[in-house]
């Protein structure tokens, strides 16, 4: 027989945005449990950053975010900043450091951002379950969470169970299921922040390149990003790319520039002779060298006039690649769509229609750029919840 247990709110969901929801509504004196299916908390906090977690970024705002209401995100970013996490951080004396673009990273590891968020939950009495498969949900005039053993009932329930993104981890597709069933619109998801795959053509061209990176500028229409890229055996990846791939659609191309603010011809142009391997050393002067030789080989000028390596320039500045896919939710790092906007209040992450039910984090269609913007929504969509619920 079932045992039933009473609570305020219930959280579906032990990430970054159900934590910090289950932290502020534990603060008002709310009796909160938070369910975990899986059997560690926090885990894609854990392996975040490369295990140091880029826990925030301190340039953040509503134009770092894609959503089919790109608006949406500007209420929760103003109500929770970076500058209110990182008070949070240095609560907890966890040294930090900036890389690159305002991203703050741990000096440690992820782990004491997981063990902060756990004490904030132990202070404010929120009990944390994990390990817990919910079955089914159901709503009389309370919301019934029922599991195999257990039911859990509350007068809010919040649903932060994620995406579909690395699914060896556990992600699965509960939160949208949950939405739809409740008669809310989902946008349809796809993976975003993940790796792009080469054409057999390309493949064939730069697949031994595996390991190369260069500073480029991926673009595609009005998105620009400038960082590293690499080569990968199967496509292309790193941050210029993971980027830009957010806002990749199937049969486009994504045009980068291999060399920007360089001239890579001048010293061809400038003095003699004008051949491949005269042309490879100036490429080499700017590229990495296995880089610079494969393209002098792949794209040699028509001929060695000022014209022809004019056309040789910019072909180099504006090279067009048309992916055929990419790595898939396996290496994606965020979801892109998930529950549409128009549903839930941009103040509270209540649904419009069903009084009591909350969605936070990667469930939402909001999704940030690389560098730690989506742990920035997943605090401040949390924290809104958590005030209200």
């Known amino acids: 027989m079932s045992s039933r247990h009473d609570f305020d709110v219930v959280i579906l969901g032990a990430g970054a945005a159900g934590l910090m929801c289950a932290i502020e509504a534990g603060k008002r004196g709310r009796r909160v449990v938070v369910v975990e299916h899986a059997a560690r908390i926090a885990k894609k906090i854990l392996i975040s950053g490369g295990g140091r977690c880029n826990f925030t970024n301190i340039h953040c705002q509503s134009e770092n975010f894609f959503s089919a209401n790109p608006h949406f995100v500007k209420s929760a970013l103003a109500a929770y900043t970076p500058a209110d996490f990182i008070r949070l951080v240095e609560k907890h004396r966890i040294a930090y450091h900036e890389k690159t673009l305002g991203q703050l990273f741990c000096d440690g590891s992820a782990q004491q951002i ?77 993976p975003a922040l993940v790796p792009l795959l080469f054409g057999v053509q390309d493949q064939e061209n730069y697949s031994d390149l595996t390991g190369v990176s260069t500073e480029v500028v991926a673009s595609m229409g009005k998105q620009r990003f400038r960082e590293k890229m690499l080569f990968t055996h199967r496509g292309l990846s790193g941050p210029a790319i993971l980027q830009i791939s957010s806002y990749w659609k199937q049969g486009s191309a994504v045009t980068i520039d291999l060399a920007p603010d360089h001239d890579l011809t001048a010293a061809v142009r400038s003095v003699g002779p004008r051949d491949l391997n005269s042309l490879k050393t100036s490429l080499r002067a700017v590229l990495p060298h296995r880089l610079a030789d494969r393209w002098a080989e792949l794209h040699p000028p028509a001929a060695w006039s000022n014209n022809a390596l004019g056309d040789f320039e910019r072909e180099a500045h504006n090279w067009a690649v048309t992916p055929v896919s990419t790595e898939g939710y396996q290496k994606a790092e965020v979801t892109a769509g998930g529950v549409d906007t128009h549903e839930l209040s941009s103040k509270t992450m209540e649904s419009r229609k069903i009084r009591g039910l909350y969605f936070v984090g990667e469930v939402v269609d909001a999704t940030g750029h690389l560098g730690g913007f989506n742990f920035q929504w997943a605090w401040a969509s949390g924290f809104c919840a958590g005030q209200v619920a």
């Open 114 to 190: 997981v063990a902060m968020l756990e004490s904030e939950c132990l202070d404010a009495g929120v009990r944390i379950i994990a390990n817990l498969k919910v079955q089914r949900v159901d709503q009389d005039e309370r919301f019934i969470i029922r599991t195999a053993q257990d039911e859990f009932c509350a007068n809010s329930l919040v649903v932060a169970t994620g995406g579909l993104s690395i699914p060896k981890m556990g992600a699965t597709s509960f939160g949208y299921d949950l939405a739809r069933n409740f008669g809310l619109k989902v946008v349809d998801t796809r």
